[in-house]
C-alpha cells in the first residue's frame, strides 16, 4: 500500500483556471505539508497542518489554500492559476512535530508536476 | 536569514568513497536530515542527525557538528543506483524544516 499518494500525478492546464491537487496518507500521522520544488530543485515549504494548527509560509500567494477534510487528507486549492505556478507539488507527513527523529520524520507523496501554459 | 549550503554537482566511480557536505545557518536546531531524490521521484529519508558524532547506517553515514553548524553524508562502496540527487535538511526552532538546494551525484562506472 502506497503511504502517501497525490493525485493526479500530472496536471496541464490554462493560466487563470482553478485546480485541486489531492493528497492521501495512510500512515496514521498527525501532521501533513504542502512542498512547492521548482526548477532550481529547492524545496519551499508551503504549509504545515494537523488537527492543532495550520502554519503557513508567509510567501506563499493566497491563492493556494489548503483543505483538510479529515487528518488523512490535505488537499490543495490553486485559484487563478499563473506561470510561475509551473513547478512540482510534493505533499508530505510526519507522524508530529517533536524534534525527535521518530516523530519529525517526513514521508513525501509522488509528486505532482503542474504546467501552467 | 536561514541557509543550507550544499555543493550543487559531485562525481565519483563505482566502488569508490564520496562525502557530501552541507554547512548551515538557522534559527535554532532541532535536527538534521539527509534525504535522496532520485530524477522525478520523491525525497525518501536516509538519516538523522541531532546529537554531534556519526550515525551509521549499512553504506551510508551522517556526521554533525552543530559547533560548526556543519554534517556530512559518507556514502560508501557506491553502487550505480546511488546516482540522485541529496538533500540536506535542518529542522528550525518552528519545527519548520529548511532545505538545502540539494547535490546532484553522478556516479561513473
Known amino acids: 500500500d502506497t503511504a502517501v499518494s497525490q493525485t493526479p500525478k500530472y496536471l496541464v492546464t490554462q493560466m487563470g483556471n482553478d485546480k485541486s491537487i489531492k493528497c492521501e496518507q495512510n500512515?496514521?500521522?498527525?501532521?501533513m505539508y504542502w512542498y512547492k520544488q521548482d526548477s532550481k530543485k529547492f524545496l519551499k515549504i508551503m504549509f504545515s497542518?494537523?488537527?492543532?494548527?495550520?502554519?503557513i509560509n508567509e510567501t506563499v500567494p493566497n491563492r493556494f489554500s489548503p483543505k483538510s477534510p479529515d487528518k488523512a487528507h490535505l488537499n490543495l486549492h490553486i485559484n487563478s492559476l499563473e506561470l510561475g505556478d509551473s513547478a512540482v507539488y510534493f505533499c508530505?507527513?510526519?507522524?508530529?512535530?517533536?524534534?525527535?527523529?521518530?516523530?519529525?520524520?517526513?514521508?513525501f507523496g509522488p509528486g505532482t508536476r503542474l504546467t501552467v501554459l | 536569514g536561514q541557509n543550507i549550503d550544499q555543493p550543487t554537482e559531485m562525481t565519483a566511480t563505482e566502488g569508490a568513497i564520496v562525502q557530501i557536505n552541507c554547512t548551515y545557518q538557522t534559527s535554532g536546531f532541532n535536527g538534521l536530515f539527509w534525504y535522496q531524490q532520485h530524477a522525478g521521484e520523491a525525497p525518501t529519508f536516509l538519516s538523522y542527525?541531532?546529537l554531534d558524532g556519526l550515525e551509521e547506517k549499512g553504506r551510508f553515514s551522517s556526521f554533525l557538528s552543530r559547533s560548526k553548524g556543519y554534517s556530512y553524508l559518507l556514502l560508501k562502496e557506491l553502487q550505480m543506483k546511488d546516482s540522485a540527487s541529496y538533500l540536506c535538511a535542518v529542522m528550525d526552532s518552528n519545527y519548520q524544516l529548511i532545505w538545502g538546494a540539494g547535490t546532484k551525484l553522478i556516479i561513473k562506472p
Open positions: 497542518y494537523n488537527n492543532k494548527e495550520l502554519i
Open positions: 508530505a507527513s510526519s507522524q508530529d512535530i517533536a524534534g525527535e527523529a521518530n516523530t519529525d520524520t517526513q514521508y
Open positions: 500512515l496514521g500521522h498527525d501532521t
Open positions: 542527525n541531532v
